[in-house]
Structures are given as structure tokens and as C-alpha cells.
């Protein structure tokens, strides 16, 4: 059985990447602050473990996910925070805390994880977005985390290849989830130009985005590393 670890993969589009795992046999082992939606899934191959992933230095729960799994066959860096301010309104606090959850805590997992497999290789998904590929408007930790993002997978890519690790982002385009009601609900004009901007005229579902994410975990994606994989519809292409 393969053991799959998914940060924030108890609320919006990480519990669909858990549903996708857990009906493809996996176990899955989700690491987050709150059990979130946890409760409603079958528990037979689910481990929660509780972590705040704002504490970027410690990865000890990835030792304790080896330690009682025996293997780790993929890492899925999901978990992440989002506010919209523009730069000069962010403050260093907020910005330390964003980046200390988007990017530091996915770096240090990254760095352990690989440590941990260094014998037998994997798999690592990190979770970009459409911010890591263009400016979205009045984003702009975010956007700064989020290529961040991509610079650290290309950057794994190139290194870990060859002690047998993949590693892969995916940019989400715009999903239903808490993230983005609370982002539409201060800005609801933004919603209109959004989904009129997107080809189909209609958001993506939490089940489309892991349905990318698992294949990217999967050996049918075998020879592909280190690309950032927009599943927008063809958002960030179109004008
Ligand atoms: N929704 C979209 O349209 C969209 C688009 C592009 C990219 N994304 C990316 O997709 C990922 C998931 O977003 P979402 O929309 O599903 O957001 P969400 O519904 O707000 O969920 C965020 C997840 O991250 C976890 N998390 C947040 N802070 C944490 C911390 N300090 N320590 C541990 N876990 C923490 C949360 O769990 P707890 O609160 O229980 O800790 C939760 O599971 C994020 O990386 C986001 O940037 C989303």
C-alpha cells in the first residue's frame, strides 16, 4: 500500500486530494492544524496528525509519519494562506507568517522528506497557484510565495532526479474553497471579471485540481519533473 502525506488535506482542496488518494487504496496522512472535515471520511487508511506548519523549522511529524509508516511514497506540499493587500499595506508580521507557511514550511518538508527516502526516492506535488505564474491583483505575499513555489520545484527537480525523486507543482486556477469565498466576498466585482475571464465561464472543483495531483504522484506520469502545471481551464492563456 502506498502512504501518501498531504498537507492541509483536511479542508477545500486538499480533502479532495485525500478523497482521491483513500479511493485509489492509498493511506493518507494528513497534516494540518484542525481535523477540519476529517470526520466524514472512512478512517480505516486516514492518520491525522496535528501540526502548525507556521513552526517551518520543525519537520519532527515527518519523522513520525516514517517512523510509523515505514515509507513515504508522496509528499503533497498543499497546505497554504492567503490575504489580499498590496505591498505597501503588508505588514512584516503578515508577511513573515505567509511566507513561514507557503514557502519555508514546504522547503524544510521537501529538504526532510528527501532525507528520509534517500534510498528508495518518491514523489513531491507542491501547490502553486495562478499567482505563481502571473500578478494577481492585491495578492502580492502571495503572489511572492507562490513563484517561490515554483523556483523551489524546479530546484528540487534538478537536484533530486537522480536519487530517483520527481518533483512536480500544480496551479490551481479558481476553486471553491474557504480561501476563495473569503477573497470574493471582500472583492465580489472580482468575481465577475474572474469567471467571465475563464474560457468556460465557471470555477474549477476541488475534485478536478487532485485528479492532477494524483496523476502527478502516479508512475503514468513517470517522465515528467519539475513543470508547473496550470489546471485553470485556460485561465492563465487566455485575454
Ligand atoms: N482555492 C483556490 O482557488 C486555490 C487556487 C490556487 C491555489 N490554491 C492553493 O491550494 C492550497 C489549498 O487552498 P484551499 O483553497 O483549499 O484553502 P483552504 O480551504 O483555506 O485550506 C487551507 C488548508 O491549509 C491548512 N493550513 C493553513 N495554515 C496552516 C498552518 N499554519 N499549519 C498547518 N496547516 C495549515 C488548513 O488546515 P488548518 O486550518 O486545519 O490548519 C487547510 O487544510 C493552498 O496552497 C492555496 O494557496 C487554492
Redesign the pocket.
Known amino acids: 500500500m502506498r502512504h501518501i502525506v498531504v498537507?492541509?488535506?483536511?479542508?477545500?482542496?486538499?480533502?479532495a486530494q485525500t478523497r482521491q488518494f483513500l479511493s485509489l487504496g492509498d493511506h493518507v496522512h494528513v497534516?494540518?492544524?484542525?481535523?477540519?472535515d476529517l470526520d466524514g471520511l472512512p478512517q480505516e487508511r486516514l492518520s491525522h496528525y496535528e501540526?502548525?506548519?507556521?513552526n517551518w523549522r520543525d519537520t519532527g511529524w515527518l519523522d513520525e509519519i516514517h517512523g510509523k509508516a515505514g515509507h513515504i511514497d508522496g509528499l503533497v506540499n498543499?497546505?497554504?494562506?492567503?490575504f489580499r493587500k498590496p505591498v505597501w499595506d503588508t505588514g512584516a508580521d503578515e508577511f513573515d507568517h505567509l511566507l513561514?507557511?507557503?514557502v519555508k514550511?514546504m522547503f524544510m518538508a521537501s529538504g526532510r522528506y528527501i532525507a528520509l527516502e534517500m534510498e528508495h526516492g518518491g514523489n513531491i506535488v507542491n501547490?502553486?497557484?495562478?499567482?505563481g505564474l502571473a500578478a494577481l491583483r492585491n495578492a502580492a505575499a502571495?503572489v511572492t510565495s507562490?513563484t517561490a513555489v515554483i523556483g523551489l520545484t524546479r530546484a528540487i527537480a534538478g537536484d533530486a532526479r537522480s536519487l530517483n525523486f520527481r518533483c512536480n507543482a500544480v496551479?490551481?486556477?479558481?476553486?471553491?474553497?474557504?480561501?476563495?469565498r473569503t477573497a470574493f466576498k471582500a472583492d465580489p466585482a472580482r468575481y465577475d471579471q474572474i469567471v467571465g475571464r475563464i474560457p468556460s465561464h465557471r470555477?474549477?472543483t476541488?475534485a478536478e485540481?487532485a485528479a492532477a495531483v494524483a496523476w502527478l504522484v502516479s508512475d503514468d506520469s513517470a517522465y515528467v519533473n519539475g513543470v508547473a502545471l496550470p489546471v485553470d481551464d485556460g485561465y492563465a492563456i487566455a485575454t
Open positions: 498537507t492541509g488535506g483536511n479542508k477545500g482542496l486538499g480533502l497534516v494540518s492544524r484542525s481535523r477540519g501540526v502548525d506548519l507556521a498543499n497546505a497554504g494562506v492567503n513561514g507557511v507557503n514550511a501547490i502553486s497557484s495562478m499567482g502571495y507562490k496551479c490551481p486556477g479558481f476553486v471553491e474553497t474557504n480561501m476563495t470555477m474549477g476541488s485540481i
